[in-house]
Antibody, heavy 120, light 105 residues
Framework: QVQLQESGPGLVKPSQTLSLTCSVS??????????WSWVRQPAGKGLEWLGR???????NYNPSLESRVTISVDTSKNQFSLKLSSVSAADTAVYFC????????????WGLGAMVTVSS | DIQMTQSPPSLSASVGDRITITCRAS??????LNWYQQKPGKAPKLLIY???SLQSGVPSRFSGSGSGTDFTFTISSLQPEDFATYYC?????????FGPGTKVD
C-alpha cells in the first residue's frame, strides 16, 4: 500500500526558502502512471494546489506562485520535493503531498501533512 | 485559471438526511471533476472522481453527477462519520483548482 510522508522544517523565517520533502513508500515515484503534487491549506481555510511533477521531471505550477515554486523528483531516493522561495506569513499553512493517478486525474493518496510556520 | 464555486458554504443536517452540494466551474470542464472529504486535522480523502465514479472503498451512499459546468454531490443518508468539509476540484486543466468547500455540520 502506497504511503506518503512529508518532512522538513516546521519554522521558516520570512524571505527565506521553505523546503519540504515527500517520501514515498510501498510504491515508486518512477512509475509512469502517476503525477506527484503539493497542496497547502492555511489554518481554517480551503485547499490550494501548488503544482505537480511527473517522473520525467515535467512540471505544472499554480500561476499565482509560479515565480516562487520549484518541485523536483529524486527517483534514487523515491521522493519528491517542494521549494517555495521568498516566503512571508501568508505562506504559513499545512502542506500536503499527494499522488495523482493518471487514469482518474484525481489526488487519490495523500500524506498526513506538515505544518510550516513563517515567522522571525 | 478555471474558477470553482460551491454552494452552500455550509449546511446543517441530521443523521439520515439526504444532502446535496453543488459545484460550478467557470468554464466547461467536461467530467473532470473530483470530490473530497476532509475532517479536522486530517488530509483530504478522495470520494468521487470523473464526476460520478466512486473511489474504491468509498460507501455507496456517496454519489456525484453532472458535466460541463454544473455538478452535484449527494449523500443519500448522512451518517455520523460524514460530518466534514467537502471540496470539489477540477482536473480538466493542468492547473488544478479547488472549490471553497462546504462544511456539513
Amino acid at each position: 500500500q502506497v504511503q506518503l510522508q512529508e518532512s522538513g522544517p516546521g519554522l521558516v523565517k520570512p524571505s527565506q526558502t521553505l523546503s519540504l520533502t515527500c517520501s514515498v513508500s510501498g510504491g515508486s515515484v518512477d512509475v509512469g502512471s502517476y503525477y506527484w503534487s503539493w497542496v497547502r491549506q492555511p489554518a481554517g481555510k480551503g485547499l490550494e494546489w501548488l503544482g505537480r511533477i511527473y517522473a520525467t521531471g515535467n512540471t505544472n505550477y499554480n500561476p499565482s506562485l509560479e515565480s516562487r515554486v520549484t518541485i523536483s523528483v529524486d527517483t534514487s531516493k523515491n521522493q519528491f520535493s517542494l521549494k517555495l522561495s521568498s516566503v512571508s506569513a501568508a505562506d504559513t499553512a499545512v502542506y500536503f503531498c499527494a499522488r495523482e493517478a493518471k487514469w482518474s486525474d484525481a489526488l487519490d493518496i495523500w500524506g498526513l501533512g506538515a505544518m510550516v510556520t513563517v515567522s522571525s | 485559471d478555471i474558477q470553482m464555486t460551491q454552494s452552500p458554504p455550509s449546511l446543517s443536517a441530521s443523521v439520515g438526511d439526504r444532502i446535496t452540494i453543488t459545484c460550478r466551474a467557470s468554464q466547461s470542464i467536461n467530467r473532470f471533476l473530483n470530490w473530497y472529504q476532509q475532517k479536522p486535522g486530517k488530509a483530504p480523502k478522495l470520494l468521487i472522481y470523473s464526476a460520478s465514479s466512486l473511489q474504491s472503498g468509498v460507501p455507496s451512499r456517496f454519489s456525484g453527477s453532472g458535466s460541463g459546468t454544473d455538478f452535484t454531490f449527494t449523500i443519500s443518508s448522512l451518517q455520523p462519520e460524514d460530518f466534514a468539509t467537502y471540496y470539489c476540484q477540477q482536473s480538466y486543466s493542468s492547473i488544478f483548482t479547488f472549490g471553497p468547500g462546504t462544511k456539513v455540520d
